[in-house]
């Protein structure tokens, strides 16, 4: 929930484990202790989707987590991170957008030792949009006091064998029947591609068949729809790029359009389970289906710049679940 | 009861030979890249990584995705 500087400073006296989103004069305003979190002024709160930089989002850790380890990640120490988490537990992972982590995370997760043995959930930390290139999203580590603009922050958190954590996405949307589009390269861009099993250009596609790119290409991964946003498009030089990386292989179509967001949601929201642990949405989304003062369900959190359910998302929500193992 | 890392079925889910039914993302997501890199890099080399992957992934989580594996396991009364 949306909490005041002091009131998260007496959470932290108290000894909480919090996962924490904010501007960032805001979490410099915070004193050590078993907390991480990283930069973004927008939120899911329980009134509906909110713009603030006076409040910070706080996720409390139950009382029967075990905060193992927080520490920091480069590149070089990103690969671990599955084999570093507790056999019975979950991770939680933040890293600051266009970092180098971020990159290296995105592209490599599926070949990291343990991925997707482990839970780890997370998000991409940001800016407010209009200071996108001015400022620098950041991420925190509570226990260390440190800060960093280029590095991940990791809570490691063990649960008692008789918990489970398990990771949920809703995604609202599904792959559209128009063409499937393949790339013979993995990466955050792509010129040329293959429409239909035709050597095409991407961007000439997107100007030339009118495609709105506000709707993200789709891949079904096994029944689990992943969604790969589109950040800009150079029809000039013939790039696209994009908020996640395209997988070389893998078959993608543009999602339908989504008539009414809240809508869809609802109706892509499993019905009961246990409440979620911790939740984020995509900045697109918010922006796109006008979010701001909607409610999406019960589910509140960080709007983010790319969510983390194992492997980056776009336009996803993302649910972390802690289940009773029996 | 997990079949042993060795059971044939383990490549064939690898291979895509045979189906895994749609589950959890985690589990959706180990399927569809070690089939990725599998088509990728079809080598016996390969093959073996991935298998034991797909069979780290049920020994550890056998109890939870005691569905999933029966239908995987099913398709052996209709071979």
Same mark, same amino acid.
């Given at each position: 929930?949306?909490?005041?500087?002091?009131?998260?400073?007496?959470?932290?006296?108290?000894?909480?484990?919090?996962?924490?989103?904010?501007?960032?004069?805001?979490?410099?305003?915070?004193?050590?202790?078993?907390?991480?979190?990283?930069?973004?002024?927008?939120?899911?709160?329980?009134?509906?989707?909110?713009?603030?930089?006076?409040?910070?989002?706080?996720?409390?850790?139950?009382?029967?987590?075990?905060?193992? $380890?927080?520490?920091?990640?480069?590149?070089?120490?990103?690969?671990?991170?599955?084999?570093?988490?507790?056999?019975?537990?979950?991770?939680?992972?933040?890293?600051?957008?266009?970092?180098?982590?971020?990159?290296?995370?995105?592209?490599?997760?599926?070949? =990291? #030792?343990?991925? =997707?043995?482990?839970?780890?959930?997370?998000?991409?930390?940001?800016?407010?949009? @209009?200071?996108?290139?001015?400022?620098?999203?950041?991420?925190?580590?509570?226990?260390?006091?440190? $800060?960093?603009?280029?590095?991940?922050?990791?809570? %490691?958190? @063990?649960?008692?064998?008789?918990?489970?954590? !398990?990771? $949920?996405?809703?995604?609202?949307?599904?792959?559209?029947?128009?063409?499937?589009?393949?790339?013979?390269?993995?990466?955050?861009?792509?010129?040329?591609? #293959?429409?239909? !099993?035709?050597?095409?250009?991407?961007?000439?596609?997107?100007?030339?068949? %009118?495609?709105?790119?506000?709707?993200?290409?789709? @891949?079904?991964?096994?029944?689990?729809? *992943?969604?790969?946003?589109?950040?800009?498009?150079?029809?000039?030089?013939?790039?696209?790029?994009?908020?996640?990386?395209?997988?070389?292989?893998?078959?993608?179509?543009?999602?339908?359009?989504?008539?009414?967001?809240?809508?869809?949601?609802?109706?892509?929201?499993?019905?009961?389970?246990?409440?979620?642990?911790?939740?984020?949405?995509?900045?697109?989304?918010?922006?796109?289906?006008?979010?701001?003062?909607?409610?999406?369900?019960?589910?509140?959190?960080?709007?983010?710049?790319?969510?983390?359910?194992?492997?980056?998302?776009?336009?996803?929500? *993302? #649910?972390?679940?802690?289940?009773?193992?029996? | 009861?997990?079949?042993?890392?060795?059971?044939?079925?383990?490549?064939?889910?690898?291979?895509?030979?045979?189906? *895994?039914?749609?589950?959890?993302?985690?589990?959706?997501?180990?399927?569809?890249?070690?089939?990725?890199? =599998?088509?990728?890099?079809?080598?016996?080399?390969?093959?073996?990584?991935?298998?034991?992957?797909?069979? !780290?992934?049920?020994?550890?989580?056998?109890?939870?995705?005691?569905?999933?594996?029966?239908?995987?396991?099913?398709?052996?009364?209709?071979?």
């Amino acid at each position: 929930m949306l909490s005041s500087v002091a009131e998260v400073q007496d959470q932290l006296a108290a000894g909480k484990s919090l996962l924490l989103a904010g501007e960032e004069s805001l979490l410099r305003q915070l004193p050590r202790g078993s907390w991480i979190g990283g930069t973004i002024p927008y939120f899911m709160d329980k009134s509906g989707g909110v713009h603030s930089e006076s409040h910070i989002f706080v996720t409390e850790l139950p009382a029967y987590a075990s905060v193992v $380890d927080v520490r920091e990640y480069t590149t070089a120490t990103l690969p671990s991170i599955c084999q570093d988490a507790p056999e019975n537990g979950f991770s939680v992972l933040i890293m600051p957008a266009g970092s180098p982590v971020h990159i290296a995370y995105a592209q490599d997760f599926p070949t =990291y #030792r343990g991925a =997707y043995l482990k839970p780890v959930v997370g998000w991409i930390s940001g800016v407010n949009v @209009a200071e996108i290139g001015k400022r620098q999203p950041m991420v925190f580590a509570g226990v260390s006091g440190q $800060d960093s603009a280029q590095n991940a922050v990791v809570m %490691h958190v @063990a649960l008692p064998p008789q918990k489970r954590a !398990e990771i $949920d996405i809703v995604n609202v949307f599904q792959p559209g029947p128009g063409d499937t589009i393949t790339f013979a390269v993995s990466g955050f861009s792509a010129g040329e591609c #293959r429409i239909n !099993e035709k050597p095409a250009n991407l961007a000439r596609y997107i100007t030339g068949s %009118h495609v709105d790119s506000r709707l993200p290409l789709t @891949a079904n991964y096994n029944g689990s729809i *992943v969604n790969v946003s589109v950040q800009s498009i150079d029809e000039k030089a013939g790039l696209v790029k994009f908020y996640a990386p395209v997988f070389a292989r893998v078959e993608y179509r543009f999602a339908s359009p989504v008539a009414d967001y809240i809508a869809a949601f609802n109706s892509a929201l499993p019905a009961g389970g246990p409440p979620a642990t911790f939740s984020c949405n995509c900045i697109l989304n918010y922006l796109y289906a006008g979010l701001e003062g909607k409610r999406t369900g019960n589910l509140t959190g960080p709007i983010t710049f790319g969510e983390i359910a194992h492997q980056l998302l776009n336009q996803t929500l *993302v #649910r972390l679940l802690i289940r009773d193992a029996a | 009861m997990i079949p042993p890392v060795t059971h044939s079925i383990w490549a064939q889910v690898v291979t895509g030979n045979r189906e *895994v039914p749609p589950s959890k993302v985690g589990l959706n997501m180990l399927v569809a890249n070690v089939r990725r890199d =599998y088509e990728v890099n079809p080598s016996a080399a390969s093959l073996r990584h991935l298998v034991a992957r797909m069979h !780290e992934f049920f020994a550890k989580y056998g109890t939870f995705y005691q569905a999933e594996l029966e239908q995987i396991l099913k398709r052996d009364t209709h071979a």
